[in-house]
Nanobody, 114 residues
Framework: VQLQASGGGLVQAGGSLSLSCAAS????????MGWYRQAPGKQRELVAS???????NYANSVKGRFTIARDGAKKTVTLQMNSLKLEDTAVYYC?????????WGKGTLVTVSS
């Protein structure tokens, strides 16, 4: 199973970015998909997740600014990030849960500048 993430980059505070992650390989059932992030010197934290039944969960720090969405047929998950803040700077990791284990993408860097 491979997770290919894209969409990171440099953006000014207040701007927007969209991340996308596509799952490929021998993954037949996806129970949940999500995004985590890790800022320098900090632990990896949940940003947003989405279950197969459509239940979403967001970190308090991103509620109202970020939106997670999923295309089940394409096995992709996107994260629309609006009103970005300096503290959103981090490496963002895609996560997929197939019910047996978690899979992780390599991470994509998001840098928010002032």
């Amino acid at each position: 199973v491979q997770l290919q993430a894209s969409g990171g980059g440099l953006v000014q505070a207040g701007g927007s970015l969209s991340l996308s992650c596509a799952a490929s390989g021998n993954i037949f059932t996806i129970y949940g998909m999500g995004w985590y992030r890790q800022a320098p010197g900090k632990q990896r934290e949940l940003v947003a997740s989405l279950t197969s039944s459509g239940v979403t969960n967001y970190a308090n720090s991103v509620k109202g600014r970020f939106t997670i969405a999923r295309d089940g047929a394409k096995k992709t998950v996107t994260l629309q990030m609006n009103s970005l803040k300096l503290e959103d700077t981090a490496v963002y990791y895609c996560n997929v849960d197939d019910g047996a284990r978690d899979y992780w993408g390599k991470g994509t860097l998001v840098t928010v500048s002032s």
